[in-house]
């Protein structure tokens, strides 16, 4: 579990889908950088994209064989872009928090589009 049930309902996926793409939109090519949200409650967890991508991992293991093939097409497709636009962290492992999630050892911090 990820991020506990909590934050895993039908409304929770469209957000975070939409929050993932949200975020990649940006337009240019500069890279971009993950930001912590500022405060952890429901409303505003989101705010961190690799927050989105953590639900949308757990949806996608939770969910039926058929719906979760149409969602990971959508994900697997931002997840593309996620890896263009955004940089590896080097020192992952010591600094972010469940480095052991590839899109967690992501460069961070900054003003969200740099
Ligand atoms: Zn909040």
């Known amino acids: 579990m990820l991020s506990g049930d909590y934050y895993v309902c039908p409304g ?3 957000g975070a889908l939409r929050r993932y793409r949200a975020f990649l939109q940006a337009p240019g090519r500069r890279p971009l950088y993950p930001q912590d949200a500022e405060c952890s409650c429901r409303g505003c967890s989101l705010d961190d994209v690799r927050h989105a991508r953590d639900v949308l991992e757990e949806v996608m293991q939770q969910l039926p064989t ?3 093939a149409q969602l990971e097409r959508q994900v ?3 997840d593309a ?3 263009e ?3 590896p962290d080097p020192f992952a492992a010591e600094r972010q928090w469940r480095s052991d ?3 967690r050892c992501r460069l961070s911090g900054g003003r969200e589009g740099g």
Do not use: K
Request: net charge positive; hydrophobic share 45%.
């Open 85 to 87: 636009r955004t940089l």
């Open 76 to 78: 697997r497709e931002l």
């Open 66 to 68: 058929w719906p979760r």
């Open 12 to 14: 929770a996926t469209d």
């Open 101 to 103: 999630l590839w899109w």
């Open 81 to 83: 872009r996620y890896v």
